[in-house]
């Protein structure tokens, strides 16, 4: 398949203050758009084209079924001015993955990849500059075909779309309060949980309001079914220092297998901590944060690399990790070495890092 770039005629004005950079709002110039269709033998029309709305016909099955797939991921601009992705074929693999749970089409993963990278080549001056911010980079699939009947459409769109993004945290780590749900369920063993599918989201939204509306910033999910080991949190896997111990959910399926968790995992190893792949209870965050033996917890994901919890609540029980205000010795350490590698002052060790 070749890759069309057709001619821009309208860019947008650039980004003058890159503290003003919110998330997600902001779009680049272009986009990569690649057609499905099984009747014009698969893939073809791979282009890159102005940033532009869609057509979609009011009958496309994503609209009704929510047969939809995406993943992020990150641009960093480095001080030698050169830009880097960050693991970017993990994502293409992760992509694939989701698409076959889905019962969409695969994308050729070197071809896909190349293209992200000429996409981001053609929009290079999109990455902004300051230690922090990054260009967030969202490859979706939706099923296009117009046709009401519950089945595997038999028409994509797969595309790409770049937002410039500000640093997550402006005044440095900021540790969250986290609202531990009894009640509402992320994932079920067989369902969908290990996908990066919008209806995840969609269902996720109802509790995530009930947590913000008592002042929470995130929800932790429980197991479906007895409601009892930790699963993830929010739209971030999540770790814990138990008896010094790096501890973290098992991809048992129902949790979605984050790239920031491999890496954080890998460098935590390479830091002399010890793993430990196994889900924590309720009854351990509670009775560990009281006894001592659970001194520090994050969140990983690619949009806030880590993030420190403060707090957790569970019914009327809330526990506070030492003052709820200051980042852990260790999750400070792994961030710091992290995003170091991502922005290029820590060497990159494990080929983790694809410069444009
Ligand atoms: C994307 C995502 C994560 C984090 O994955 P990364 O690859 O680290 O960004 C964690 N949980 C859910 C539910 C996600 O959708």
Redesign the pocket.
Known sequence: MELTVLPLTDPKPRVTDESQLAFGRLFSDRMLILEFDRAKGGWHEARIQPYQPFVLDPAAMVLHYAQEIF???KAFRRPDGSIALFRPK??VV?FNRSAHRMCMPEVDVDFFLDAIKELIRLEADWVPNSRGTSLYIRPTMIATEPMLGVRPSDQYLCYVILSPVAAYYKGGLAPVKIWISDHYV?AANGGT?EV?TGG??AASLYAAREAAEKGYDQVLWLDAKNKQQVE??????ICFIYDGKLVTSPLHGT?????????ILTLAKEAGLEIEERALSVDEIFEGVESGRLTEAFG????VVVSPVGEFTYRDRTVVLGDGKTTGEITRKLYDTLTGIQYGEVPDNHDWIVTI
């Not at 993830?232 to 896997?237: I, L, Q, T």
């Open positions: 993943e992020g991921l993990d994502n992760r992320r949980g990066k995840n989201y993830e949190v929010g739209s971030m896997n949790i979605l297998d984050g790239i920031t968790r491999r890496s990983t994901g690619t949009a």
